[in-house]
């Protein structure tokens, strides 16, 4: 069966690319003299023109952080593997390849800026500046729980610190290398790969480099705060985007050895581990199948995330505008494979309750690659250096992020420096402080999924104003996700304020769904929404 599952999957994929992604590309984009802003706003810091290769690493490990590993791991043991396989290839498809490509695309009208920028031009100042605090607050929750991830991946296989610290220093040399120079990139790569899947597996069998990466917790995030602040404060070509183009070879390697770990044991064995349907409502009881599977999913299929990046590091970087189909549309695609092989994870390791999600993810890879030759505990280290390329490349982007929304509520006022230092502050104190014995971004975790939605629904409702603003003929195709998008966030949010035992996670959600209803209001008193809405539909039918 499993198979099966990836081979529809990829061939799913692979239509969708070739014809569905083409359409829309060419529909947002079909300006000939459209002139990219990494061309005209070059600055050699934020914006410059990348080869194709290094953007579409930078832009696809970014994207694909540990939403996509934990979002199926957990969706599949909570609703049964094929309510979450229909929702992976759907989503992808209709929902989160739409939202990620029409977030670039719109960007790239409005020199790379961010989609808040979108905002202030169709909506006014007040409502961009509610929309980008609204939005820097999320990504503030994002950079504090993915460096507390990263740092306790660190902790339990430093043969993974180990090769990531190698992954850093070699990146300023292949930065320096490449654009100043001029050394070939596939050269450079030709030798740097080889010893870096070298270095994981010399990691993985050398006491002393376990001994010595053995580090403590804190020891960890001390440096993870160390290189994210590097990481945006640098020129992109100097550290993040290399670093991101080496570790996006581990992500390729790890996708390919899934996609034949799933093949190959969908032929060998039969797996009876995890039901197909476990109900509409999860054995945890309060979790229903609409919608809290296509919040817990997330990243998988779509994430409000994304379209910060979409809109973020890489339109900046874009060189021409035919390849904002591959970075846009086609990295969702390949984000929804890595989706798929965490869900075969679980369909072989069965419930993931003996085993938190990422080591459900680990545990379930290792098993794979046994079965195409690769022995269990290195196929485990493997499987931990993939969530960990995962988390720290969607890390330092979205750092990196938070640094220029900050900017954009100032206009500019703030240096890179602050900007950065005040959101990995930020980041800090919900890492560092703690209630009821739990630190704040854990507090906040069980909403995370729903906000994270609602920032989908609220960039496709940007991006649907925008093309209606703009005359265009065809909308539907942002419409019905935006709606879909708002309802299923709202109404998990409404579930996890009624039925959650915690009184901060039911504060948390009725304050979102309040903070969502006034960003409605602001829409609605600035271009009348309700009539925008009613003209539609008349114009629909």
């Not at 094929?82 to 029409?102: K, Q, R, T, Y």
């Not at 043969?159 to 120079?181: D, K, N, S, W």
């Not at 770990?261 to 969908?266: A, I, K, L, Y």
């Not at 995962?390 to 982007?397: E, G, I, R, W």
């Amino acid at each position: 069966m499993m198979s099966v599952i990836i081979v529809v999957t990829i061939v799913c994929f692979l239509v969708a690319y070739k014809y569905y992604g083409a359409w829309l590309s060419k529909y947002f984009l079909s300006d000939k003299e459209e002139e990219m802003p990494s061309v005209y706003l070059r600055d050699d810091m934020d914006y410059f023109p990348s080869p194709l290769s290094i953007l579409f690493a930078h832009h696809f490990s970014s994207i694909a952080g540990a939403g996509a590993i934990v979002g199926p791991v957990v969706a599949g043991a909570m609703f049964g593997w094929v309510p979450a396989l229909l929702w992976l290839i759907l989503g992808c498809i209709f929902v989160g390849g739409v939202h990620d490509l029409s977030a670039l695309a719109v960007s790239l009208k409005y020199d790379g800026l961010s989609i808040a920028e979108v905002v202030q031009r169709i909506l006014g100042r007040k409502v961009q500046m509610f929309f980008l605090a609204f939005v820097w607050i999320f990504l503030v929750l994002v950079v504090a729980s993915f460096l507390d991830i990263t740092a306790v991946t660190f902790t339990e296989a430093p043969e993974v610190g180990f090769t990531v610290v190698l992954t850093v220093i070699a990146a300023f040399i292949l930065g320096i290398g490449v654009y100043v120079f001029h050394i070939s990139l596939r050269y450079a790569t030709l030798f740097l790969m080889p010893f870096f899947f070298y270095a994981l597996y010399y990691g993985a069998n050398n006491i002393e480099v376990f001994r010595m990466f053995d580090l403590p917790l804190n020891y960890w995030r001390v440096a993870l705060v160390g290189y994210c602040y590097l990481a945006c404060v640098l020129p992109l070509w100097l550290l993040m985007e290399p670093r991101d183009y080496i570790a996006s070879f581990f992500l390729y390697a790890g996708i390919f050895l899934g996609v034949a770990g799933m093949f190959v044991t969908g032929t060998q064995v039969q797996v009876n581990m995890l039901e197909p349907f476990r109900g509409w409502n999860a054995i945890s009881g309060n979790s229903y199948l609409w919608p809290m599977l296509f919040i817990t999913i997330a990243c998988g299929a779509v994430s409000g995330a994304h379209s910060m990046i979409s809109s973020g590091t890489t339109p900046k970087q874009l060189a021409q505008k035919e390849q904002a189909l591959d970075v846009g549309y086609g990295s969702m695609l390949l984000e929804g494979v890595v989706g798929v092989i965490a869900l075969g994870t679980v369909m072989l390791n069965g419930d993931f309750i003996a085993h938190a999600p990422l080591n459900c993810f680990a545990v379930g890879f290792g098993r794979m690659l046994e079965y195409i030759g690769i022995e269990h505990h290195l196929g485990n280290i493997f499987g931990f250096m993939v969530i960990n390329c995962f988390v720290l490349t969607t890390l330092d982007t979205i750092a990196r992020v938070g640094r220029y929304l900050l900017q954009e509520l100032t206009h500019n006022r703030l240096s890179s420096f602050m900007a950065t230092s005040l959101t990995l502050l930020a980041a800090l104190s919900l890492m560092i402080l703690e209630s009821d014995g739990k630190r704040m971004w854990e507090l906040f975790w069980p909403a995370f999924g729903a906000i994270n939605q609602l920032v989908a629904g609220m960039t496709l409702l940007v991006v649907f104003l925008w093309l209606v603003m703009n005359k265009f003929k065809r909308t539907q195709f942002v419409f019905y996700p935006t709606v879909f998008m708002l309802a299923t966030s709202l109404a998990a949010l409404f579930l996890l304020m009624v039925n959650n035992n915690l009184w901060f996670i039911r504060t948390v959600s009725a304050l979102f769904i309040v903070l969502t209803a006034y960003f409605m209001w602001l829409v609605h008193c600035k271009i009348n929404l309700v009539q925008v809405i009613k003209d539609y539909m008349k114009k629909e039918n």
